[in-house]
Antibody, heavy 118, light 106 residues
Framework: QVQLVQSGAEVKKPGASVKVSCKAS????????MHWIRQAPGQGLEWMGW????????NYAQKFQGWVTMTRDTSITTAYMELSRLKSDDTAVYYC???????????WGQGTLVTVSS | EIVLTQSPGTLSLSPGDRAILSCRAS???????LAWYQQKPGQAPRLLIY???SRATGIPDRFSGSGSGTDFTLTISRLEPEDFAVYYC???????FGQGTKVEIK
């Protein structure tokens, strides 16, 4: 069965970077784009960007350009999202999500809480 | 920038009631890429509807989606206790989520 398993919670200081992983299994990793979406406490969902695991091509939301980097390692079917220069309002749960046809996110990781605090 | 606005913000209903959730785009968007998600506390969102009206795998037929252009609707025909949650619409072309509608027990 399809599974996306994310890395554990992180606590970071302002100005630091965080790298969240998303291990995919149960399907052809390179066959589906992977998106990253975040959710601040008590807030809605915010799209961050996607990576094509086949080519490594990426597309980031304008807000995150210059400070988010999405990568993948096809040998271990894992996607990564790295956010730099963290601020307190980057405190959020970060999700990876696979996209199927018609732009539907059909499988999601369990989420990774990133807390930014001095 | 196209914005998705969901209404109402909160819907207070009883089990067995019909729920009608609205998602309105500030400009016309493709219905092919309009999806609805359900999120319960502490859980990741779950895909309910894609292509504006197609139910995802395993989704009960009490959930239905409709609409085109700027106006989209998610209808839950008879609320079950497990349906009380937050619902988000999303349009893939503009990569935008609505702000969510919370369906709570009255």
């Amino acid at each position: 069965q399809v599974q996306l398993v994310q890395s554990g919670a992180e606590v970071k200081k302002p100005g630091a970077s965080v790298k969240v992983s998303c291990k995919a299994s149960g399907y052809t990793f390179t066959g589906y784009y992977m998106h990253w979406i975040r959710q601040a406490p008590g807030q809605g969902l915010e799209w961050m960007g996607w990576i094509n695991p086949n080519t490594g091509d990426t597309n980031y939301a304008q807000k995150f350009q210059g400070w988010v980097t999405m990568t993948r390692d096809t040998s271990i079917t894992t996607a990564y999202m790295e956010l730099s220069r963290l601020k307190s309002d980057d405190t959020a749960v970060y999700y990876c999500a696979r996209v199927r046809e018609l732009g539907a996110f059909d499988y999601w990781g369990q989420g990774t809480l990133v807390t930014v605090s001095s | 920038e196209i914005v998705l606005t969901q209404s109402p913000g909160t819907l207070s209903l009883s089990p067995g009631d019909r729920a009608i959730l609205s998602c309105r785009a500030s400009q016309s968007v493709s219905s092919y890429y309009l999806a609805w998600y359900q999120q319960k506390p502490g859980q990741a969102p779950r895909l309910l509807i894609y292509g504006a009206s197609s139910r995802a795998t395993g989704i009960p037929d009490r959930f239905s989606g409709s609409g085109s252009g700027t106006d989209f609707t998610l209808t839950i025909s008879r609320l079950e206790p497990e349906d009380f949650a937050v619902y988000y619409c999303h349009q893939y072309g503009i990569r935008t989520f609505g702000q969510g509608t919370k369906v709570e027990i009255k």
